[in-house]
């Protein structure tokens, strides 16, 4: 198996584009577009001069931040977009209105450079990865920013971030220079397996939406994005696999979407803190394996095991069977909780949210907790007390109840 490294070393090249106005009238209106904001300049005299004059000083006089990142030259017979930073790619489309006028855009200059994962310079092969031969490895202080897509059709036996790495992946929501970010965000790809060991603020993995991946998540960097996890992944097929020892990774965020069959939560050197997973109202779960670490949830999740740690399953997620010994969950989710086996040491707190939610079948051990003070929990059937009797659990559940007992 061969081994392709990015090395993020190719030189910055400038984008140029070349826009050209023909049949121009009197009246006809020229425009330019960038993430969905528009410059237009209707014609004055029905000659290309005109529009290309005056396309020009509206640029230059623009304070749109992303027609900012180019710079506009008047060749006459067209103008050139001229990207101010090399190596920082643009796109803006071009339309025209009236009689049959046309502005009709062309790339003179492809941008590349260091930071551009479809630049071939960059890769140790001198060519891009290719599927199942190749490993990709992503090591030392380099970033990939751009050219995010270039892989999306490439299934790699593995992506591995090693120790090394102290660059980032992907972009984030809000630009440096102002606006929502309107180029892709995140590298493009099918790797079947993907592993984080770096210390990176950002790293940004979409899986296409059907192949499945091993993702292991074994190291911890500060995230980089205000809100945002430090690794995070989209896209995940329906049989991934999560394994995350440490750092925070998030997935399903917003409206992206993300399946895994099986997340298994341990630990490297803290317990309660090694691991921060969020997952999204756009996850799909089926079960959660957790020995330490906290986890958010906005998903439905089949099963949830924990043993030590923490957890909080919010907004609309259903959960159908909790296992917990010596872990704490808060349950603020509306809707059922199926099954309820609460151990040694483990509680379920209800006081965080005030409405109705149903435990169908509940067995709890001595020492187990179940706080519910405002009383918003239907009990379906009789809670059984595992080998222990009531002076062995806490349960708050309120004033004015109604207690069975079989």
């Known amino acids: 198996m061969a081994q392709n490294r990015f090395r993020g070393d190719a030189p910055a090249v400038a984008q140029v584009n070349t826009v050209t106005p023909a049949n121009v009238g009197i009246g006809n209106t020229f425009s330019l577009t960038c993430n969905g904001k528009v410059i237009t300049f209707t014609a004055t005299a029905g000659t290309v001069a005109n529009v290309t004059a005056g396309l020009v000083a509206l640029l230059a006089a623009t304070t749109i931040a992303e027609f900012a990142e180019v710079e506009a030259a008047d060749i006459t017979t067209a103008l050139t977009l001229t990207a101010r930073t090399p190596g920082k790619p643009f796109t803006i489309t071009s339309a025209a209105a009236g009689g049959t006028a046309t502005l009709i855009t062309t790339a003179t200059t492809a941008s590349s450079g260091p930071e551009d994962i479809s630049t071939l310079a960059n890769w140790t092969t001198g060519a891009l990865p290719v599927d199942a031969t190749d490993s990709i490895l992503f090591s030392g202080a380099v970033n990939a920013y751009y050219g995010l897509a270039a892989l999306a059709a490439i299934a790699p036996t593995s992506i591995l971030f090693d120790e090394t790495f102290s660059g980032n992946i992907g972009l984030p929501d809000w630009s440096d220079g102002g606006y929502y970010e309107y180029r892709e965000k995140f590298l493009q790809t099918l790797a079947t397996t993907v592993t984080n060991q770096s210390q990176s603020g950002r790293i940004k993995i979409d899986q296409g939406g059907t192949a499945s991946v091993t993702v292991n998540a074994f190291a911890a960097g500060s995230p980089l994005d205000a809100n945002q996890p430090a690794f995070t992944i989209k896209g995940c097929g329906a049989n991934s696999i999560l394994n995350a020892m440490q750092g925070s990774v998030g997935f399903g965020l917003v409206a ?30 089926t079960t959660i394996n957790q020995v330490g670490g906290d986890v958010k949830a906005e998903s439905n999740v089949t099963t949830w095991t924990m043993t030590k740690g923490t957890g909080t399953l919010r907004g609309s997620a259903t959960l159908a069977t909790l296992n917990s010994d010596e872990g704490y969950l808060y349950w603020q989710s509306t809707g059922t909780l199926a099954t309820l086996n609460l151990g040694n040491a483990a509680t379920l707190d209800r006081s965080q949210r005030n409405a109705a939610a149903t435990i169908t079948n509940s067995t709890i051990k001595a020492g187990a907790t179940i706080l519910d003070p405002g009383h918003k929990i239907t009990w379906t059937n009789a809670t059984v007390l595992d080998r222990c009797g009531l002076e062995d659990v806490t349960i708050e559940c309120g004033k004015n109840i109604n207690v069975r007992i079989t």
Not at 267 to 280: E, F, M, R, Y
């Open 256 to 285: 992206d979407t993300c399946t895994f069959a099986t997340i298994n939560i341990g630990s490297l050197t803290n317990p309660a803190s090694d691991v921060q997973i969020l997952a999204g109202p756009g996850a799909a779960l």
